[in-house]
């Protein structure tokens, strides 16, 4: 099965291709049946890959020759190992569903091939990102992805917000990228390779720890833009301006989680980097809980499921960042499952209540909405980890290994367990319990998805609940099958330890959920005199700690001055006066840039002409 | 005429300078048999040049399809014509950009009746212009390329003063000053390298071969690069040396634009790598450390300038000063991967420089207007036109994949082995570079339909064909770099050690 695996991104260019091309033509549900087919048949190949490479240490294929250019030379090569592998089954299939999702999501829309070119060529780019087998094909994958969350992101692009977000993205992604590729540079200046197994090979013996150290945080500040920490977060909120599937796919559960996959697969390097891993760990740990606070109070659902994304890609650096690579791994599967979910649900509200997202105009749903409201409740579950749902056994194996490491680091993951349990039951209970706040209209019209949106949902339902089987204490499929690239170190013998904080996050995540059904179920007039109680507080947190307008006022502004000094006074007037200066000089001393003007050019550029033609001539005619 | 078989690169240098003799001979009116001539002939020098890019063999780094003859031999002055890996590709980019001015020149080019009338005249000066520009790119003595050099001016000269916009008058008047000014020292200096010539050997020459030979003694090379590097660093241009580009590029009709942005900046870039480099490596390299600095001075504010421009003829513009001093750096750092970068980014930035400068043609044709502020949404009623701004603009602002990441990514590579702090403020190209561009293309294609944007033509017939090559070429060099890179490697791995001989960099 290895061999065809240059077939799991030759379907996805296919669907590209054919929808760009003949899309409009063709019709809807041909469109779809490519789009989808293409990604189904994809996954399938995964899946052949996943199976295959399971004990291997990976396997290289070279698809062809990118740039040779001296020594720098760049195979496009795919690396098929158990990490690659495990990515590639998660995104394929997670697309796939959300691909079949789409297809009754987007029914409406004018714009539908358009869409499916967009979710195909994402899917396409980000294969090529999990697959490379070096730093520069990443690198194209990284971009790639940008582009396709650029392009979905202003989908709607008539909406001056849909444009704005998306540009936000890539710029605020680009600052991210800039470090990356800063990092491939230095990789290369070190090494003279960008091949991942050559320099994790050769790493040891060539890099001190400054080098080590510079490169990783490098690579890193690639992480914090595409993966949405610290300090780069701010465009992933303003990303859910794109359709809700595309948030869903895109914007939780694979591109996002970029960063941290790239942090795996450079773990012999940040293994080697003790500073660099401890900042990995406390920026993780530092955006969960401030993106976790910020939900608490966001009114718009997918802006709160966004926060809640952000919170738990924190959890994933705090993984990688005390070496639990396998750990963040699993996180990642499972939130994939349980973030997609989620998504998928909001957007079956979205579709049930006329586009309406603002939970404090919702209520009630479940009667209306029985399905959605019971995957939302799985997912909820999931996410805020109730035990034996999926969320449960990921975080907490995260924060068992963050234990180990720092015992301040638990306790900020613990508290963010707390908080994100009360921010998504708090989502649940407004939403979904109570009496309805909808408009009596909008309430009136509200129903189910259609199975096309409904089935894909259950599907991850079920993922969302058994997906953390696999990755169970000591029984971890996932640490297992990624052992021969991770060589996870098995945690020591915990017994009692690990047992007692198993049971302390537990109590955690009940205890938030029960304080949440206090605040939003029983004493629902509590919450709004908080927020009156602590109004200073409460307004930092729903401005989002003033950082959009930080950035605005200490880096866009500026710039935008400058840009503007340069453009419309010292451009025009400074430098180009100087050079007009020196003309009307020249002019004062004889000929004058007005009489050259008066035709002089002219004669002299035709008797520079008639020169040229004689001595064109002469050697012609000689 | 010359002693190595069929003369392909005479060929190619002087069949539009036929072609412009032809079209004089066809009658005034005879506006679609001038066409078709125009057609033809750059049809077959882009033929020509591609069998040329064929027949070069990659594995050898010297002068290749050399043509040489006597010319005036009193003086040393001959003729000679010859291509290497570096000038290679500048050829049927060149011969490519030709075809597609000939076909934006589709539609009567001018701003008034009268220039719109002159079909005639217009094409015999582009034509002409082309042999000026295939001239310059291929001549190996130096007095014949100063003539080329020059030479390409006149047409250049008329096309904006003629078919230009508004300000046409001022903007040629201040382009040709400019340049005239730029290349007056380097006349100076070819003539004196001359007399050093026959100085030490008793012979005037002005063979670009036996000059590399010369031994000058310091501090004539530094003196020596620096007039020939002020015409150059005029022409591509290096700040501060700019002012004329921006009025030049603007009041340029469309197709006029895309030549100048396309293939006369590359003129720039060449003549530093061939006379200064080639010719001078000490000159070059004492003046390194100031010219990277301009260089890098030139991304910075070229790109905040663009930022801030209301003018989107004005943003590509700046947009393309930047890249420009981009690849200057390159020059300067003169490793190898540096050099590769430049020679990939020559031809890149000629490609998607065009194509943007065609859709802003496009623009201006749909709404007679080119201010930013006047658009908006223009992507629904028009989606082939935002699609294909789209796949320019992702290649200017070097989405990998496509050609511009090659040739940038390639540069800051060389860069960074050189300097590392030149190539972190130069990256901040990358991040500036996708903002103007994005906002540019937001307030252009995005947003909410503006009125008069909602009836706007979608592309078709005549645009489609002059714009898809362009982009088909943006996305096959993007991922195939190597169709450049593999026949210019030889010559660069000579040139970088050439380099390398006078201890480059640090």
């Given at each position: 099965m290895l061999a065809y695996a240059w077939l799991m991104l030759l379907f996805p260019l296919l669907g590209v291709l054919i929808n760009a091309f003949f899309g409009r033509r063709i019709g809807k549900r041909a469109v779809s049946w490519v789009a989808c087919s293409a990604i189904g048949l994809s996954f399938l190949v995964a899946l052949g890959v996943l199976m295959g490479t399971a004990g291997s240490t990976g396997v290289e294929q070279p698809l062809f020759t990118w740039i040779s250019a001296g020594s720098f030379h760049v195979e496009f090569s795919l690396l098929l190992d158990p990490l690659s592998a495990l990515m590639a089954a998660v995104v394929t299939g997670v697309s796939f569903l959300i691909h079949i999702y789409s297809i009754g999501y987007m029914a409406e829309d004018p714009r539908y091939a358009r869409y499916f070119t967009y979710l195909n060529l994402f899917v396409f780019a980000m294969l090529i990102l999990v697959l490379a087998n070096n730093y520069l094909m990443m690198y194209v994958g990284w971009e790639g992805v940008g582009l396709c969350s650029y392009l979905l992101i202003g989908?709607?692009?008539?909406r001056k917000a849909a444009a704005d977000a998306g540009k936000k993205a890539f710029i605020v992604n680009r600052v991210g990228d800039m470090g990356f590729a800063l990092g491939i540079m230095l990789i290369f200046a070190m090494f003279g390779t960008l091949q991942f197994s050559e320099v994790f090979r050769r790493a040891p013996g060539i890099l001190g720890p400054a080098a080590v150290t510079a490169i990783t945080l490098l690579l890193f500040v690639g992480a914090t833009g595409k993966s949405a920490q610290i300090p780069l977060y701010i465009w992933l909120p303003d990303a859910m301006e794109g359709p809700t599937p595309v948030s869903a796919l895109i914007?939780?559960?694979t591109m996002v989680t970029a960063g941290v996959y790239m942090v795996a697969r450079n773990h012999v390097l940040f293994d080697m980097a003790p500073t660099t891993a401890a900042v990995v760990a406390s920026i993780g740990a530092a955006t969960a809980f401030f993106a976790a606070t910020m939900a608490l109070v966001e009114k718009d659902l997918k802006r709160i499921l966004a926060y809640s994304t952000i919170s738990q890609l924190g959890y994933m650096f705090l993984a990688v960042g005390v070496g639990a690579y396998a750990a963040g791994m699993f996180h990642l599967t499972t939130h994939a499952f349980f973030k997609a979910l989620l998504f998928l649900a909001a957007g079956s509200v979205m579709h049930a209540m006329a586009g309406e997202i603002n939970i404090q105009k919702l209520g009630g749903l479940r009667e209306k909405l029985p399905r959605t409201y019971a995957v939302f409740a799985v997912g909820a579950a999931a996410l805020a980890g109730?035990?034996?749902?999926?969320g449960f056994f990921s975080k907490d194996e995260i924060l068992w290994r963050a234990f180990l490491h720092s015992p301040v680091l638990w306790l900020v993951g613990l508290g963010t367990a707390f908080l994100t349990a009360v921010y998504i039951f708090r989502a649940l209970f407004v939403t979904f319990w109570g009496e309805t706040r909808a408009e009596k209209k909008l309430w009136e019209h509200a129903h189910e998805a259609p199975a096309v949106m409904s089935i894909p949902m259950l599907i991850l339902a079920v993922l969302a609940v058994i997906g953390g089987y696999i990755g169970l204490p000591r029984l971890s499929l996932v640490e297992g099958y990624l052992e021969p690239v991770l060589h996870a170190e098995h945690a020591a013998e915990a017994g009692a330890t690990e047992w007692v904080l198993l049971a302390v996050s537990a109590l955690i995540a009940l205890g938030g959920i029960a304080l949440a059904y206090y605040l939003y179920?029983?004493?629902?007039a509590v919450p709004a005199n908080l927020s009156k109680q602590f109004a200073p507080l409460y307004t930092l947190l729903s401005r989002k700690y003033y950082v959009d307008e930080f950035y605005m006022a200490v880096v866009v502004e500026p710039l935008r001055q400058v840009g503007r000094f340069i453009a419309e006074l010292f451009d025009p007037r400074v430098v180009d006066g100087a050079v007009n200066g020196l003309a009307r000089l020249a002019g004062v001393c004889g000929e004058g840039l007005g009489t050259l003007q008066n035709g002089r050019v002219r004669s002299y550029a035709l008797s520079i002409l008639v020169g040229v033609v004689i001595i064109l001539g002469y050697f012609l005619l000689r | 005429m010359n002693s190595t078989g069929f003369p392909l690169l005479s060929l190619i240098v002087f069949l539009p300078l036929l072609g412009a003799v032809l079209v004089l001979l066809l009658?005034?009116?005879s506006h679609a048999g001038i066409r078709a001539v125009a057609l033809a002939v750059t049809l077959i020098v882009l033929g020509l040049s591609l069998a040329a890019a064929a027949l070069f063999r990659p594995a050898e780094a010297g002068i290749q399809l050399a043509e040489q003859a006597p010319w005036i031999p009193s003086l040393g002055i001959s003729y000679r014509l010859g291509v290497d890996g570096f000038s290679l590709f500048l050829l049927p980019l060149t011969a490519l950009l030709f075809v597609i001015a000939v076909l934006a020149s589709w539609k009567p080019v001018g701003s008034d009746e009268a220039s719109r009338s002159a079909v005639q005249s217009y094409f015999f000066w582009l034509l002409l212009l082309e042999t000026g520009v295939l001239g310059v790119f291929a001549a190996l003595d130096l007095v014949l390329f100063y003539v080329f050099w020059e030479a390409m001016l006149i047409p250049m000269y008329f096309l904006i003063g003629r078919w230009g916009g508004e300000r046409r008058a001022y903007a040629t008047m201040k382009f040709f000053i400019y340049t005239m000014a730029g290349s007056a020292l380097m006349l100076v200096a070819i003539l004196a390298l001359g007399y050093f010539a026959y100085q030490s050997t008793g012979a005037w020459t002005f063979d670009w071969q036996t000059l590399r030979e010369l031994k000058l003694a310091w501090p004539a090379p530094l003196w020596l690069f620096a007039m020939f590097g002020l015409a150059f660093a005029v022409k591509v241009p290096v700040f501060p040396f700019h002012t004329w580009l921006p009025d030049a590029y603007v009041e340029a009709p469309t197709p006029v634009t895309v030549l100048l942005a396309g293939v006369l900046s590359k003129m720039g870039v060449y003549g530093f790598v061939r006379?200064?480099?080639?010719?001078f490596p000490e000159g070059l390299r004492a003046a390194a450390p100031w010219l990277a600095v301009l260089a890098i001075i030139g991304i910075l504010y070229a790109s905040l300038s663009a930022l801030m421009q209301k003018d989107v003829k004005r943003v590509i513009a700046y947009s393309s000063v930047a890249h420009l001093s981009l690849v200057v750096l390159g020059v300067v750092v003169a490793n190898a991967q540096s050099l590769a970068g430049v020679v990939m980014q020559m031809v890149s930035h000629g490609i998607y420089v065009a194509a943007l400068f065609l859709i802003v043609g496009m623009l201006e044709e749909r709404r007679g207007t080119r201010l930013i502020a006047e658009f908006g949404g223009l992507w629904k009623p028009a989606p082939l036109l935002g699609v294909c701004f789209l796949i320019a603009m992702l290649g200017a602002v070097g989405l990998p994949g496509l050609n511009g990441f090659v040739g940038e990514f390639l540069i800051l590579v060389g860069v960074f082995q050189g300097v590392r702090v030149y190539a972190v403020l130069a990256a901040l190209g990358m991040i500036l570079g996708a903002w103007y561009m994005l906002w540019t293309f937001q307030r252009i294609m995005q947003g909410p339909v503006e009125a008069r944007s909602a009836g706007a033509a979608d592309m078709r017939g005549m645009d489609l064909l002059v714009m898809v090559p362009l982009l088909v070429l943006i996305i096959v060099l993007g991922v195939f770099p190597n169709l450049i890179l593999v026949p210019a490697g030889a010559t660069i791995n000579a040139l970088v050690s050439q380099a390398a001989a006078v201890a480059w960099l640090p």
């Open positions: 989908f709607w692009f008539e914007h939780a559960a109730v035990p034996l749902f999926s179920v029983v004493r629902p | 009658g005034r009116r006379f200064g480099l080639q010719l």
